[in-house]
């Protein structure tokens, strides 16, 4: 059963779309399953909410979470990196290419910000608010805590990457956090999105979806 939320409310509610790129759609370098399934239920919700944000991920070429970066390694295998264990993904989402736009169903007009992740190359960033050494900010809990926004709306790529990550920071950064699930889809690598469904659960996540919000 989801849980209740209380309605939409601009003066303190943002939506967040994460990474809906056309590399994590189907026929990109890392395509979430059905990843294009949510554009049209991220454009209601976009539609639904004054205030919106998108994340786009934005990797330098040779960046240090591709498996191309560490010869003799092979995509979806971990490593050890300074910061912790780093994943290793195909070469995606590299800066200016067709594969980092937007999938071109979704409707980004009214995105009043776009925050790049991953730009830096010794350091991946899942989430919208930290790098993956989860120190570095991106100054988006800035902006967010700037324009007054308390309530965190998620929806996009990957469920249990990117919008986990995200989600599990916003809560550490006391941001009320709700994620769409409807509005995701996930990689799900060795049970991936199981456990990112209860961590997020676990740190006051609300999971919910779409239709709750009508
Ligand atoms: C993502 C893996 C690598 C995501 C980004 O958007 O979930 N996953 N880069
Ligand atoms: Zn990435």
Redesign the pocket.
Known sequence: MDDVISPVDARRDVLVV??V?ND?CPGGA?A?ADGDALVPVANALIRHFEHVVL?Q?W?PPAHR?FASSHPGRAPFETIELDYGAQ?L?PD??VQGSAGAAFHAGLETTRAELVIRK?FRTAI???SAFYENDRATPTGLAGYLRDRGFSRVFLC????????A?SALDARRLHFDTVVLLDATRA?DLDGSLERALAAMRDAGVVLTHSARLR
Request: proline share 0%.
């Open positions: 994460v990474d790129q994590f890392l979430v994340t991920d990797h979470s994943t993904w995606h989402c991953g991946d960033s899942y996009g790529l990957a469920t249990d990457y990117c919008v990550y990689i």
